[in-house]
T-cell receptor, first 110, second 115 residues
Framework: SQTIHQWPATLVQPVGSPLSLECTVE??????LYWYRQAAGRGLQLLFY??????ISSEVPQNLSASRPQDRQFILSSKKLLLSDSGFYLC?????????FGSGTRLTVV | GENVEQHPSTLSVQEGDSAVIKCTYS??????FPWYKQELGKRPQLIID?????GEKKDQRIAVTLNKTAKHFSLHITETQPEDSAVYFC??????????????FGQGTELSVKP
């Protein structure tokens, strides 16, 4: 079956610390993968998307970066977190029956 | 780029009434329009979608309509129930979604169904 895994579920990090969030997809090959951020429970903002290994498109200038080292793996990173990076981060992929989201990571930068 | 506007931002209805949420989009090339329901603290879940080659789609109490000329689409929920209470998001895919398109989301509508 086709599933998407995202971890960790929650994360509290100090300002200036690094970040690495991972997303993996099972049961499919060459999926399109996306990172979204949701602030204050509303509004899903597209951060990055990838149509293949090593192919990353950035939608908004920011303190974050993304990488796709393997076909079914998508990583969101930061070298130094800012308070404004707090939010609910969601990985998504485009299944045949419609785009689906991972369970999300709630990041709090303190 | 694509811009999606969603209205209203909050909607309160009595149980059994209908609820309508409307979205407009800017990119006339957009061809895929999904709707998501998000319960508190959870991930958005796809509830219905429509492609640009049809004008309406129904799934039990939920329906979506699309007007390509006016570039707007709407979600209709009939016979609302308290469990329909959630935040609903519309989205549009600029360009050809099947060829790797991305989704641009509206700002969400908080629907409250009162018993």
């Amino acid at each position: 079956s086709q599933t998407i895994h995202q971890w960790p579920a929650t994360l509290v990090q100090p300002v200036g610390s690094p970040l690495s969030l991972e997303c993996t997809v099972e049961g499919t090959s060459n999926p399109n993968l996306y990172w979204y951020r949701q602030a204050a429970g509303r509004g899903l903002q597209l951060l990055f998307y990838s149509v293949g290994i090593g192919q990353i498109s950035s939608e908004v200038p920011q303190n974050l970066s993304a990488s796709r080292p393997q076909d079914r793996q998508f990583i969101l990173s930061s070298k130094k977190l800012l308070l404004s990076d707090s939010g609910f981060y969601l990985c998504a992929w485009n299944r045949e029956k419609g785009p689906a989201f991972g369970s999300g990571t709630r990041l709090t930068v303190v | 780029g694509e811009n999606v506007e969603q209205h209203p931002s909050t909607l309160s209805v009595q149980e059994g009434d209908s609820a309508v949420i409307k979205c407009t989009y800017s990119d006339s090339a957009s061809n895929y329009f999904p709707w998501y329901k998000q319960e508190l603290g959870k991930r958005p879940q796809l509830i219905i979608d429509i492609r640009s080659n049809v004008g309406e789609k129904k799934d039990q109490r939920i329906a979506v309509t699309l007007n390509k000329t006016a570039k707007h689409f709407s979600l209709h929920i009939t016979e609302t129930q308290p469990e329909d209470s959630a935040v609903y998001f519309c989205a549009a895919s600029p360009g050809n979604y099947n060829q790797g398109g991305k989704l641009i989301f509206g700002q969400g509508t908080e629907l409250s169904v009162k018993p």
